[in-house]
């Protein structure tokens, strides 16, 4: 490379290349890669081209992130149950491009929920009650969002390099001491085969232990939906659900397997079997749930939301009572051999969960709750899944959706969505 790294981050941050140069240097990364010592030395760059957060104790300060997925709430549920085990959770969080919506969206579906607090405040909520979700703060990492704008441009967004950097620095800039990556493979996800899932996992999971954070990255499918629920609103009532331990089995099962990860990590229990015992418990016992309620009620929501069960039955009072629902029925007796995602999360984005662009609005409302699982059996007559829509042309809709499920004769096979752990 013609200019160092470190030179490049600094023109990037001051302005002082042209955007053609950084396109170049880009085009050259994408083209040709770089090594692992460079990606760390960008990735350092990167956190020090703004603020960092700094802790009096980073030791139990922890985060996850994944790649993303359909039906993916896990973060919802998974950062008040690790606060509930006594660790500290400064999330900052993303909106989606395409897909549903990201955890922000979801958030932002609860009332009054404000997820752009200022840094100072962010902190201090953590530091009072162990968690806070927010979106991404302009003076941390200011090298990456003009990076990103420009790779979002030039087609260079699926370079390993690029993703470990972007992803790894703007984590490490948040203080913490650990890390677990949920790297998500299959249909519904960026990377569409668990090789190439491994291959930005190993570069990530290396980069981050380089930068002093402990990182361990767990590769999971993303065939099917996670859970049952697709859609911003719908994914809070489900998350809410998992939070008083009545979630989705694939759902709880990563909640605790990342979060047991963290507990391991950081020192918070002996193994990774104890740490995720201690978060499943959390899910149990009520104290995942009350950290959430806290959450909500210090960025602007309303707890009265979720003190009965009445008003989590009547769907606590964020979904919109005009909205229009249509169910799909079985037409067959058989097994449920398979839910394809990414059918299931276009049908959504056409309904407007999803945005095409971050200037567009999306609708907190509309989705699709599946009455079943890769597994189950159905009957003729069963409900396989619900539209809530604002009055589409429904008939194509549901045409699509039954599209989605594929059916068999026989049991299929059921397998756990975790297909490796990276260290």
Known sequence: MAISIGDFIEGVTDESLSDDEIIAWLKDVYGNGMSISEVTELTLRMRDSGETLNWDDNSKVVDKHSTGGVGDKVSIALAPALAACGLSVPMISGRSLGHTGGTLDKLESIPGFNTDIGIEEFMHQVDEIG???????????????????????????????????????????????????????????????????????????????????????????????????????????????????????????????????????????????????????????????????????????????????????????????????????????????????????????????????LGDKIDHQVGVVMEVQVGDTVEIGDILATVYHRGEKIGPLLERLGAAFSFSDSEPDVTSRIAEVIR
């Open 131 to 357: 968690l806070a979700i927010v979106g991404q703060k302009s003076d941390l990492v200011p090298a990456d969002k003009r990076l990103y704008a420009l790779r979002d441009v030039t087609g260079t967004v699926a370079s390993i390099p690029l993703i470990t950097s972007s992803i790894v620095s703007k984590k490490a800039a948040e203080g913490i001491s650990s890390l677990v990556l949920d790297v998500k493979f299959g249909r519904g996800a960026f990377m569409e085969d668990i090789e190439s899932a491994r291959e930005l996992s190993e570069s990530m999971v290396g980069v981050s232990n380089g930068l002093g954070v402990s990182t361990i990255a767990v590769l999971s499918s993303m065939d099917q939906p996670i859970g049952y629920s697709v859609g911003n609103s719908l994914e809070i009532l489900e998350s809410v659900e998992t939070l008083l331990g009545r979630g989705p089995a694939d759902l709880e099962e990563l909640v605790c397997v990342l979060g047991g990860l963290l507990l391991e990590s950081s020192g918070s229990s002996n193994d990774f079997e104890e740490g995720a015992a201690k978060i499943m418990d959390s899910l149990y016992d009520g104290s995942a749930f009350g950290k959430f309620v806290e959450m909500v009620a210090s960025q602007g929501g309303d707890p009265r939301l979720f003190e009965s069960e009445v008003s989590l039955l009547e769907g606590l009072g964020i979904l919109d009572q005009t909205l229009k629902s249509d169910s799909l029925e079985a037409k067959k007796d058989a097994w449920i051999a398979d839910i394809d995602a990414m059918a299931i999360a276009e049908i959504c984005l056409e309904m407007g969960a999803g945005r095409l662009s």
